[in-house]
């Protein structure tokens, strides 16, 4: 293992229809469920554990992910990632995702939560072929303190490069510092406590697409504030600031259904814990 506090390798492909293993392998402090398939499409859904409990100081995890040709996949948590006080050296979780032509990728993690005196950096490289498809979101979500602070934490950083054959499309880097930046200031947090990132990549993401989501957006600009954004390529990606989990996770959940239905004409399987 080295210096890794846990390792998770898999590799699915589609065979009569149906999404399945062909490389599974875990050790250490990351372990992967038997997959479930929620409806008759042959998708697969696998939860990632973290026995145990939370990231702490030096943790370090690996994750890789490969989906071949035609894979349908759904990864999730099996609950929100707890990063716990580092006083030494920072957690650190890398993920690599591999995604051959035809495939499709949910990743939907539950929230991240940065407790006092956390120090934490995330990166997830995604490797595509032209003509797969993407659906990756996090959440950012402040945790408990002694004295009550919104932003206990030390500091939270996610990256995510995204590349289409071997290019780079996509660069994502968030930074929140509390010790350093004004958190309630213009281009961070703004007075909320919670963020939320959506990032879609589909050949079948068209300008009319984008409309009719931004029009199913609440309009509730005093719980939270939304943006959505087109990129170079077709796909968009959305920020969402907002005081509670359950407010991002709502809107989420909306978009992802619109999504199912137009690309698969299905709802998304509920895929929460509690």
Known sequence: MGDWTGIL????????????????????????????????????????????????????????ISLEKQAKLTLTTQSATKIYKTPQSHAYQEAEFHLKEGSYLEYIPDPLIGYQNARYKQKNVIYMEKGCSLLYSDIITPGWSPEGERFSYDTLQLINEIYMDDELIVYD????????????????????????????????????????LYQALPNHLNECKIGISQLPVSGFTVRVLANATQAIEKIFSELHSILSQEWFSKKPCFLRKY
């Open 173 to 212: 880097h968030i930074k929140l510092n509390p010790a350093s930046q004004n958190m309630d200031g213009l281009g961070l947090m703004e007075g909320y406590s919670h963020l939320g990132s959506m990032i879609v990549i589909d050949e079948k993401v068209s300008h009319e697409l984008i409309d009719r």
């Open 9 to 64: 390798r898999l590799g699915t492909e589609a065979r009569n229809g149906k999404t399945v293993a062909n490389d599974v392998y875990f050790q250490g402090a990351f372990k992967v469920m038997r997959p479930v398939y929620h409806d008759d499409s042959g998708q697969a859904c696998y939860y990632i554990l973290n026995p145990g409990g939370g990231y702490l100081d030096g943790d370090r995890y690996q994750m890789k």
